[in-house]
């Protein structure tokens, strides 16, 4: 048997936006830094930037277009540098964001690793074609997230989404 090799560098994309989101990066995040090949995890929340200049940022929605061009620099910058990405996808909260990430590390011709959840385990598994087709890997993230501890992000072997209506 051969050793693992810690080397890859792993983006996390995920919304941010609510409890439960930040919940599932937690989780995500330690069972990522379990895995004997991650050597590191860029989650990009972690370098948040902060306008110096901006009042109540909070309020409104409205953000410089300071805060804009850093943050936006800094996730493009996260991804260029990642070998692969990891996107836990909300399927009951569709991020517009995390598309656009999926899409340009793809357009980068790395591997992507989709973990889609939903709370509604009744609710029709439906994806659109090009998320669908664009990922490399899909894993569960309702039922096999722990697959993140030991899958291996050196090889990133195929696992192409099925058991989705694809739209």
Known sequence: MTESVSTAKIYLGSPFYNDQQR????????????????????????????????????????????????????????????????FLYDMDNIDDGSAFEIGFIRALHKPVVLVPFTTDPNKDKVMNLMLAQGVTTIIDGNTEL???ARYDFNAVPAKPVTGYKII
């Open 23 to 86: 919940a599932r990066v937690d989780q995500a995040r330690a069972l990522l830094e379990q895995n004997p090949t991650v050597v590191r995890v860029h989650f990009p929340f972690d370098q948040n930037f902060v306008d110096p200049d901006e009042k109540n940022p909070e309020i409104g929605g409205i953000r410089s277009m300071t805060w804009r061009l850093a943050t936006y620099n800094n996730d493009l910058e996260g991804i260029v540098n990642a070998t692969c990405g990891v």
């Open 146 to 148: 722990e697959q993140l």
